[in-house]
Every structure is written in structure tokens, then in C-alpha cells.
């Protein structure tokens, strides 16, 4: 599903927010859609979607790099106080011009930014960083990551603690990035290889996060434990922990 504004609980059934009232935190889960429909239908973007929708106190809104503006105009982004942003191929696509004024309002407004898998090398998050965010090795073989709680007092690891992924790709250290303000997940897998899968930041007003699990060609997004990282990752953004 694409639709740059649409807010999911008039678009997918089921799913309607049950919260009025107070305001709420406004999400907008982006992504280019490069995924395989019959992993995602809906595109990860989607399955977040749904997963927030049924939480306390968000309006939520997809959009992907197919809609006007490549779904980030300007007015999207003012309207957004957590953006949460996947990709893969088509990091080079965004616009230098929208990539800059997502980094302006996350500095300048505190617009939050939660980036997933391979968007450690979407442009927005690695003009942020003003790093080159890349790894010292994957492999897309399918085995399980087994993730580690090292910050189990954090925010965004409230009600999770260790578990296990069993099919995703791997990534290993080193991972080219400035020193994390925190490291909440740490990742190994049975060939002895690690990674720092769960990482914030503070870049001027902005609060960003950075979670590894996600490859496109597993249903990571239908699992309890990564969507309720992304879930607190949302709260922790937006200053509401």
C-alpha cells in the first residue's frame, strides 16, 4: 500500500485506533516498497503500521518513495513528530533537497528518526550521522541472530529482553558510525560474528534510532519482539518514554 498521508485506521480493517482525546504522537512509516509481496503484501511499512495502530496515544501514516513528493513533501514531514524509514535499493533515488530538509527538522524541530536494516545507508541518516555507516561484512544466509538486552533499563527495551530472530541476514562489526549515546540490543550469530543492532542517538532537537533486524526476504516485521522495539523506539522519539 502506498499513500503519502494515509492514516491506516480508515484504510486497513480491524486495526482502528480506540484513543481520543489527548494528542498523539504522529507517525509516518516510510518505505520504497522494494519489498517481496509475498513476504509483505503491504510492504514493511504496513506491518509496523498495523502493529502501532493498536497502541496507546499514535496516528499513524504510511507513505512510500512511489507517492508525490516521494512522500516526504515538506508539509509530510511538519506533519510527522516520528519518522520510521526503511529501505534497500534505492538509496541514491531520494532527492538530495528532501533528504536535507528531513535532517533540518530532525535537528532544528526534533522530528524523530527511526531507521531499519539497510537504511543505515539511506541518505537521511547518514547525513545525520555525517558518517559512512557502512559494516564490516554481511551474509543473507537465513540463520538466526540471537539478540542480547544490554541496556535492559532503557526505555526502548521496556518489556522485552534477549531473544531470537530465526531467519535473517547477517551483519558484522565493525559498523562505521560515530559512538552510539546508547546501545540497547547486541547481536551474535553462530559464526561468531556481532553487531550493535540497537543504537540512539541525540543530533541537535532530534532523537534517532537504529535497529538492524529487517531484511526484506523474512517476515521479521510478523514477530512480537522486533515490532515492539520499534513500538518503544516510537515513545523514546518522541520524548514520551
Keep these: 500500500m502506498s499513500g503519502s498521508g494515509i492514516i491506516l485506521s480508515r484504510n486497513i480493517p480491524g486495526r482502528e485506533s480506540t484513543i481520543s482525546g489527548a494528542e498523539k504522537i504522529r507517525v509516518l512509516c516510510w518505505s520504497e516498497l522494494t519489498e517481496p509481496p509475498e513476504v509483505y503484501p503491504q510492504g514493511i511499512n504496513c506491518a509496523i503500521a498495523n502493529y502501532l495502530l493498536a497502541l496507546p ?98 526505555p526502548i527495551a521496556r518489556g522485552i529482553g534477549d531473544f531470537v530472530i530465526p531467519h535473517t541476514e547477517m551483519y558484522n562489526e565493525p559498523f562505521n558510525v560515530p559512538q552510539p549515546d546508547a546501545t540497547i540490543f547486541h547481536s551474535t550469530w553462530e559464526g561468531g560474528e556481532n553487531f550493535r543492532s540497537c543504537n540512539t542517538w541525540t543530533v541537535g532537537r532530534g532523537r534517532v534510532v537504529y535497529f538492524r533486524p529487517g531484511h526484506e526476504t523474512y517476515p521479521i516485521y510478523f514477530q512480537e519482539e522486533p515490532l515492539k522495539v520499534i513500538a518503544n523506539s516510537v515513545y523514546w522519539c518522541a520524548h514520551q518514554e
Excluded at 530538509?101 to 536494516?117: F, T, Y
Excluded at 555507516?133 to 532503557?154: F, I, Q, T, Y
Design 57 to 154: 496515544n499514535l496516528e499513524v501514516r504510511v507513505a512510500s518513495i512511489n507517492d508525490p513528493e516521494q512522500g516526504i513533501a515538506k508539509s509530510a514531514l511538519e506533519s510527522t513528530d516520528v519518522l520510521i524509514w526503511w529501505a534497500h535499493r534505492k538509496h541514491k533515488d531520494i532527492e538530495d533537497a528532501r533528504a536535507l530538509e528531513a535532517v533540518r527538522q530532525i535537528k532544528e524541530r526534533g522530528l524523530g528518526l527511526i531507521a531499519i536494516h539497510s537504511a543505515h545507508f539511506a541518505k537521511i541518516f547518514k547525513l545525520l550521522l555525517d558518517a559512512p555507516c557502512n559494516l564490516g561484512g554481511w551474509r543473507e544466509d537465513g540463520k538466526p541472530e540471537s539478540l542480547k538486552c544490554v541496556a535492559p533499563s532503557h
